[in-house]
């Protein structure tokens, strides 16, 4: 048996190495990038574009392609996020928290190079897990019912006390907001509509991408409007920089690196978290586990760390429930089970058997695609960049069409259109107003996720006659009970700890002196 494994495994290589795959691999990772980069066309868009080309190849090259050009478009959307702090898709949200002001010290390049190696190692880390751990964690995954969604949906939100540090009101209020905006369209037992006033298009609710690409990507062309710079910041290219960011990495961040890597992949399992909820989850823990939480949202390299690591990771995740129960971890991974299906290959607990070189050609290409991207991301780092030195006019005006052709083409609707420039008005004056867009956003991407998982709890609940059964004493909901009190009590504890520690440190001086 453990032979039969080994020989699939070589196969498996031997294919993915043959001069041609690998051509394609990297063709599929360059175009990713530059789709990931534009908003609106987000990993899943670029994966369904590019299946009609896959029908005529061979089965596992054709998947490999549709993983890779993924693998592109999750990075891309983070070099967006740094350079004119616009997430090119939704993962990427939480890349603009450190991304754009380390761009805005002049330092881009640091941003863009670590994005690019977390991205890889993150990558890396959740394809030899899909590799070598697939049927067991799977196997965790198919026993999560609504009470275990509806408790990691509110463990998703406890996170906004933790990032809104110093302005916790004002966060939970944002979260809300963006709560009761994903509350618009139809409800999810009797089908009623809910705040469409009367227009029926609004039944099919508030189209998230459309929504985040006002708050984050129009809103920012307003900001840069009303500003007198003439370009987006002041770069000077520095020597060595890629070099001097991989010291740092390994001084200073493996912790963080490895810790955001597992986060990413465990999310990324659960069918339906997301990549968007693993990077919000690994970057509120790099913030409350720091010794100077405050720091992050300056600028810091460890927040870009802990979300491009978590996301890039979080791929992996959730390809396993795809193949190994048919499950699609998301929306990217279903994309990729339709591929298959069109092949004739259906996912699920005998594809290993019955499929079983052709699912080891596409796990270790998938783990050979995040190695690429190393490469293919350096050569396009020194193209990307080179938009800081755009005179801003320009700028301003490609992205507003980017951002509305983007928008248009997410359903082909211009009611995206005009919810894109309201919540672009939004966010202009809601982040004045000290409103925090990311947590509106958060708030507006676990709005379904929670209501759902609640309702069919609550159903649940009521067949059993037991709410503590359903709720609280399955195993898996119980940890993320705890995982959520954790969560909203420790920064209280760790801050007065710190300050304790301060003040003893002061005293012992005070005696010294």
């Not at 993150?122 to 697939?134: D, K, N, R, T």
């Not at 390809?319 to 998301?330: E, F, H, K, V, W």
């Not at 050569?379 to 992205?399: C, D, E, H, Q, Y």
């Given at each position: 048996m453990e032979n039969d494994y080994l020989q699939l495994i070589m196969s498996g290589l031997l294919n993915t190495l043959n001069p041609a795959n690998l051509g394609l691999i990297?063709?599929?990772?360059?175009?990713?990038?530059?789709?990931?980069?534009?908003?609106?066309?987000?990993?899943?868009?670029?994966?369904?574009?590019?299946?009609?080309?896959?029908?005529?190849?061979?089965?596992?090259?054709?998947?490999?392609?549709?993983?890779?050009?993924?693998?592109?478009?999750?990075?891309?959307?983070?070099?967006?996020?740094?350079?004119l702090n616009t997430p090119g898709t939704p993962s990427s949200v939480v890349t603009t928290f450190d991304g754009y002001p380390l761009s805005q010290k002049g330092k881009a390049d640091d941003a863009?190079?670590?994005?690019?190696?977390?991205?890889?190692?993150?990558?890396?880390?959740?394809?030899?897990?899909?590799?070598?751990?697939?049927?067991?964690?799977?196997?965790?995954?198919?026993?999560?019912?609504?009470?275990e969604y509806f408790w990691i949906a509110i463990f998703g939100l406890s996170t906004i006390a933790s990032l809104s540090y110093g302005a916790v009101f004002k966060g939970m209020l944002s979260g809300a907001?963006?709560?009761?905006?994903?509350?618009?369209?139809?409800?999810?037992?009797?089908?009623?509509?809910?705040?469409?006033?009367?227009?029926?298009p609004l039944m099919q609710g508030i189209n998230i991408i459309a929504a985040m690409i006002g708050l984050f990507a129009f809103s920012q062309m307003l900001v840069l409007a009303g500003s007198n710079k003439t370009t987006i910041a002041n770069y000077q290219k520095r020597k060595g920089a890629a070099t001097s960011v991989i010291n740092q990495l390994l001084k200073s961040s493996k912790f963080n690196i490895l810790r955001s890597s597992f986060i990413g992949t465990i999310i990324g399992v659960m069918p339906g978290a997301g990549a968007e909820i693993a990077s919000m989850v690994s970057y509120n823990e790099a913030k409350r586990w720091d010794k100077n939480p405050k720091r992050f949202g300056t600028g810091e390299i460890d927040g870009i760390v802990a979300s491009?690591?978590?996301?890039?990771?979080?791929?992996?995740?959730?390809?396993?429930?795809?193949?190994?129960?048919?499950?699609?971890?998301?929306?990217?991974?279903?994309?990729?089970?339709?591929g298959l299906l069109t092949h004739g290959i259906q996912p699920g607990s005998k594809l290993f058997t019955n499929h079983g070189d052709i699912v080891y050609t596409f796990m270790i290409s998938f783990l050979v695609a995040n190695l690429l991207l190393?490469?293919?991301?350096?050569?396009?780092?020194?193209?990307?960049?080179?938009?800081?030195?755009?005179?801003?006019?320009?700028?301003?005006?490609?992205?507003?069409?980017?951002?509305?052709?983007?928008?248009?083409?997410?359903q082909n609707s211009m009611l995206d259109v005009v919810v894109m420039?309201?919540?672009?008005?939004?966010g202009f004056f809601g982040n004045r107003a000290g409103l925090d867009n990311a947590a509106i956003a958060l708030g507006l991407i676990l709005a379904p996720l929670t209501e759902n998982a609640l309702v069919q709890s609550l159903l649940l609940a009521k067949s059993e006659d037991?709410?503590?059964?359903?709720?609280?004493?399955?195993?898996?909901?119980?940890?993320?009970?705890?995982?959520?009190?954790?969560?909203?009590?420790?920064?209280?504890?760790?801050?007065?700890?710190?300050?304790?520690?301060?003040?003893?440190?002061?005293?012992?001086?005070?005696e010294v002196g």
């Open positions: 990297i063709l599929a990772l360059a175009a990713g990038v530059i789709v990931g980069a534009i908003p609106g066309l987000s990993a899943a868009m670029a994966t369904a574009l590019l299946v009609p080309v896959t029908f005529g190849m061979d089965p596992a090259m054709g998947i490999s392609m549709l993983a890779a050009i993924g693998i592109g478009a999750v990075y891309g959307g983070g070099n967006s996020a740094i350079l863009l190079y670590t994005s690019l190696y977390c991205s890889v190692i993150g990558g890396v880390f959740g394809a030899l897990c899909l590799i070598f751990l697939s049927i067991p964690l799977s196997s965790v995954a198919i026993k999560l019912g609504p009470p907001i963006g709560l009761l905006i994903g509350t618009i369209g139809l409800d999810p037992v009797m089908a009623a509509p809910r705040f469409t006033f009367g227009y029926s491009e690591a978590a996301n890039n990771a979080s791929i992996g995740g959730m390809l396993m429930p795809t193949l190994t129960l048919g499950i699609p971890g998301g929306a990217a991974a279903a994309i990729m089970m339709g190393l490469i293919v991301g350096l050569l396009l780092i020194k193209v990307t960049i080179r938009v800081l030195n755009i005179p801003i006019r320009f700028v301003i005006t490609g992205m507003i069409v980017l951002c509305t052709v983007g928008t248009y083409a997410l420039v309201v919540f672009g008005v939004i037991s709410l503590f059964n359903v709720f609280i004493s399955r195993p898996i909901s119980l940890l993320f009970i705890i995982l959520t009190i954790l969560t909203l009590v420790l920064p209280t504890l760790l801050a007065k700890r710190r300050k304790l520690s301060g003040n003893q440190f002061t005293e012992n001086n005070k």
